[in-house]
């Protein structure tokens, strides 16, 4: 709604647009109080929305200048409310949610401010709950938006598909909500009804991309793959006392059997043309995953491999560990934590809880159990939230165990 | 470049609402055009077709219901070279389908 408001009313009047859609919503909360809740409450808010954005634009004309599109359409009565009407049409809808989508992802923006943008302006999430999902500060995310939305006023129009630098502006959009649906995958945030809303939304807007003929490139479709075949895992990653359960661990049965097929029929539109992405990998990755119905079934072989051309295409300490613990699964435990001290750069893991995790684990399926625990210790330090911290107190009291039976 | 008023006189109200829809979006096409060609200086505006007629010495207020091929419908102001060549622009105008004309009007420089 605010995409298409932004349309009408001109970029510069980003903060108008966003009014108008509070203001519907407050009529909707009072109206539908009295009357009862419509039976197409979205369809309703949109007739809300349009009707107050005629009338803004027909009592401001003289006032203010709208966008600049539309040049005198939306001064003459002649042709104001078709105006309007067409662009509040479903599918020009999704056409502007995609262009505001590339305005959020300006390259004078940081990626986290154009994730934060994108969650804002397309997915109604308001400052506050942004920085609980990112367990950032109010303040600190406010800044982040109001600058955003400066350098966007900037831009005066929202970011046209046919423009030049289409394709680099899609590498942006797609590494933006890549992030984001990380945000809520991994996230740091405790609420895991917070973080299953952000994946939801990374899906919906990468499925706008879909959609879109010029933006459906195999790396997009390899994105959507990739969120679908993790997403299919996310039913079994947290066990029926809401504990946090290893890859191993996992109740397989639970997993989603339609993302399952829908992120494998998606990986197949992927490997159409000759475009080979890190998405392209890291779905793929999934897939080997998912594909596997018991977790010594998994082809680790293929995985490591996987992960080869991975740190090729985009070479990162954290690639380059989750590798090695693919080695480990491979080729033992020894093998693995020589692979770990052996990544260029691993100091910059330091601050990550899942490296200082990982080495415990090697060290623990060693059988060095004392050398095991100062880890889980350090990762326990680090874990942003209760369950990674229950998963870690578990490991912790496995080391005890261990420790226990070795002197008996 | 001079400027020329055109007056929208008579033509049938649409029965449908499908019709009136699709005679709105040809109305649309038509301004887009115009204007996109840069021979609109301003789009003016669609008149309801009722109002009050103020007459006479008297200034006498009378209801107007006027007969419907004189209505004006609305006005647009227009660019054009000339007389003929507005009057020539106004040709693609959607009110002959429905049976109406288009009133060209050179603006007097006084």
């Known amino acids: 709604m605010v995409a298409a408001l932004t349309r009408v009313f001109g970029i510069h009047n980003l903060a108008l647009a966003e009014d108008v859609v509070q203001d519907a919503f407050c009529r909707a909360l009072e109206v539908w109080k009295l009357r009862g ?42 042709t104001l409310a078709p105006v ?71 831009s005066k129009t929202l970011f046209e598909i046919s423009d030049a630098a289409f394709t680099v502006r899609l590498q942006a959009v797609q590494r933006a909500l ?36 010029l933006a459906a490139t195999p790396a997009s479709y390899a994105l959507s793959a990739l969120m679908c075949l993790h997403a299919a895992r996310s039913p079994g990653r947290v066990d029926s006392s809401g504990n946090l359960s290893s890859l191993f661990d996992q109740d397989r049965s639970l997993w989603d059997v339609n993302l399952m097929s829908e992120g494998r029929r998606l990986l197949e539109l992927a490997a159409r043309g000759s475009e080979l992405t890190e998405y392209h990998v890291e779905a793929a990755i999934a897939w080997i995953h998912v594909k596997a119905h018991r977790a010594e079934d998994t082809d680790w072989l293929e995985i490591v491999s996987l ?26 435990s020894e ?61 912790l009291r496995l080391c005890t165990t261990k420790e226990q039976e070795r002197v008996c | 470049m001079s400027e020329f008023v055109y007056l929208y006189r008579g033509g049938r109200r649409s029965e449908s609402a499908q019709e009136g829809q699709q005679l709105m979006e040809k109305w649309v096409a038509w301004m887009k055009e115009l204007g ?40 647009t102001l227009i660019e054009a070279r000339d007389l003929a060549h507005a009057a020539e622009l106004s040709v693609g105008c959607p009110i002959f389908e429905s049976g109406g004309l288009v009133e060209v009007r050179p603006v007097m420089n006084m």
């Not at chain 1, 929305?49 to 709208?66: G, M, N, P, V, W």
């Not at chain 1, 809808?93 to 923006?109: A, G, T, Y």
């Not at chain 1, 051309?309 to 560990?321: G, Y």
């Open chain 1, 37 to 78: 809740v419509p039976e197409n409450p979205s369809a309703w808010l949109m007739t809300t929305a349009k009707r107050r954005a005629i009338d803004i634009l027909r009592r401001e004309r003289t006032a203010r200048t709208f966008a600049p599109e539309f040049g005198q359409m939306l001064a003459s009565e002649w």
């Open chain 1, 84 to 154: 309007v009407a067409e662009v509040f049409d479903t599918n020009v809808i999704k056409d502007d949610q995609l262009r505001m989508m590339f305005s959020c992802c300006h390259p004078r923006l940081r990626e986290e401010a154009q994730v934060a943008f994108v969650l804002h302006l397309l997915c109604g999430f308001s400052v506050g709950e942004i920085a609980g999902a990112f367990v950032s500060t109010r303040s600190a995310i406010e800044k982040r938006i109001t600058r955003a939305k400066k350098v966007l006023a900037n």
């Open chain 1, 178 to 213: 890549y992030l984001l649906f990380n945000e809520g995958y991994h996230g740091a945030s405790p609420e895991a009804a917070v973080r299953v809303e952000l994946c939801r939304e990374a899906m919906r807007l990468a499925a706008l991309l879909r959609d879109h003929r």
């Open chain 1, 307 to 332: 992960y080869d051309t991975l740190i090729k295409i985009r070479p990162s300490p954290v690639v380059a560990l989750n590798r090695a613990i693919a080695v480990a699964q491979l080729d033992g």
């Open chain 1, 335 to 395: 093998r693995g934590l020589e692979e770990i001290r052996a990544i260029p750069g691993r100091e910059r893991l330091a601050a990550y809880p899942f490296y200082s995790a990982a080495l415990g684990e090697l060290e623990l399926r060693s059988g060095r159990a004392a050398l095991a625990r100062p880890h889980f210790e350090t990762a326990l330090t680090l874990a942003r939230n209760a369950t990674e911290r229950q998963f870690l107190e578990q490991r």
């Open chain 2, 36 to 75: 996109q060609k840069g021979h609109i200086k301003d789009q003016g505006q669609p008149l309801e077709p009722t109002g009050k007629l103020v007459s006479g010495k008297q200034k006498v207020v009378t209801d107007g219901p006027y007969a419907e091929k004189d209505l004006v419908g609305g006005y």
